[in-house]
Every structure is written in structure tokens, then in C-alpha cells.
């Protein structure tokens, strides 16, 4: 759904599903723009020379890969589900769409060409925001909840 006169890129990392997905990708005609990179040890430096995630989720437990995105300056397009929603509290740490709508999601990626002021401001917010859960925020907030219990008895 993407407008072919941009040159854009698809690498996915992981696993699940990959005979689907790719036979999807050859049904499009997409080989040259979608790479299914697989299991990768690296996925960080991946992440670090790439514009944006795409985060297309039905289902999330604590969205781990968003505040991992998010604190090395990656800004994140991310679906609209209860836990993404509930980790961001509605700021605009990252961009939302609907995962049952795929033109939401074509129409966000093709409004963030060619706007890289507004992928700066959503990069240094998303530093900030992914700061309340860096390794020690959450060492010295797990510290207190147990003083806390302690406390109580």
C-alpha cells in the first residue's frame, strides 16, 4: 500500500510463521523491498541504522522491544493495543495505529517521509519517556515495593 515512487525497506526479525509470510511478500511482488532476517543476535545494531520500528501487534505482555527502541532514539510506530496504550498513557512517545486497519498504518509510514523534524521530536521523546524504565529506575522502584512489604508486617 505504500507508494512505490519512495524507496522503502521491510527487515523483519524473529521467528514464526515464515513460510506465510514469505509466500505473502512473492504474492505481492515485494522480495526486493521486505527481507526476513530471521532469529539475529544483532538485532540492536539493526534497529540502531533503521528510520523507524513497526511494531504490528495484536497481543503484547510488557512491549519490552518499544523501551528498548525508544532508548536508543529509534522512533516507533506501534498498533493500538491495551499494552502499548497502557505503557505510553496516550503521550506521543510514539505513533499508534489500528492493526485491523492496514491503510492506517501505509497512511503513517507515508506521512513520516520526508519529515525528519517530527522523527527527531518523536526520538528524543521516546529517550526521555524509555528513561523511567531504564535497568536502575526499576533496580531502585523493585528496592522500595519490597521496603515497602516490609513495612507492613
Same mark, same amino acid.
Given at each position: 500500500m505504500l507508494n512505490t515512487r519512495y524507496p522503502w525497506q521491510l527487515l523483519i526479525c524473529g521467528t514464526g510463521e515464515e513460510d506465510k509470510v514469505l509466500s505473502r511478500i512473492h504474492e505481492l511482488g515485494l522480495t526486493e523491498s521486505i527481507r526476513m532476517l530471521g532469529f539475529r543476535n544483532d538485532v540492536y545494531s539493526i534497529m540502531a541504522a533503521s528510520d523507524l520500528l513497526v511494531l504490528p501487534s495484536w497481543k503484547e505482555g510488557m512491549p519490552n522491544v518499544v523501551l528498548e527502541a525508544m532508548s536508543i532514539g529509534l522512533p516507533c510506530v506501534i498498533s493500538k493495543i491495551p499494552a502499548h496504550v497502557s505503557l505510553l498513557g496516550g503521550d506521543d512517545f510514539a505513533t +499508534?495505529? &489500528?492493526? *485491523? &486497519? *492496514?491503510? &492506517? +498504518?501505509?497512511?503513517? +509510514?507515508?506521512?513520516?517521509?520526508?519529515?525528519?523534524? %517530527? +522523527? %527527531? =521530536? =518523536?526520538s528524543m521523546k521516546g529517550i526521555d519517556f524509555s528513561k523511567k524504565y531504564s535497568p536502575l529506575v526499576l533496580t531502585k522502584r523493585y528496592a522500595q515495593f519490597y521496603n515497602d512489604l516490609l513495612l507492613l508486617k
Open positions: +499508534l495505529f &489500528d492493526p *485491523s &486497519d *492496514s491503510g &492506517d +498504518l501505509a497512511r503513517i +509510514l507515508e506521512g513520516y517521509i520526508n519529515k525528519q523534524k %517530527e +522523527l %527527531e =521530536m =518523536m
